[in-house]
């Protein structure tokens, strides 16, 4: 994907290292976690082809240097909480 994004002169907008923990110092905290390709299978809205990629086992913990792009639920934490 990455050359994709380089011929289209698209950027990555969002991509802190500490993952969803990102948001933690801003008082929110990831309830859920789910892949963007396994969230979109869910509203069968994909292809034959990538509804076979969803189905594959998800790798879960954190992807390191794997581009993956994900939806997270968050929760506003309750002051002195974490």
Not at 9 to 29: D, L, N, S
Request: proline share 7%; aromatic share 10%.
């Amino acid at each position: 994907m990455e050359q994709q994004l380089k011929d289209s002169r698209a950027a990555f907008k969002f991509g802190p290292t500490e993952g969803p923990g990102f948001f933690e110092p801003y008082g929110w905290k990831a309830r859920d976690v789910r892949s963007s390709l396994k969230t979109v299978a869910r509203l069968h809205t994909l292809s034959p082809l990538l509804r076979q990629m969803a189905a594959l086992p998800a790798s879960n913990g954190a992807q390191g240097w794997r581009p993956w792009s994900g939806v997270c639920l968050l929760e506003k934490m309750l002051q002195g909480n974490s």
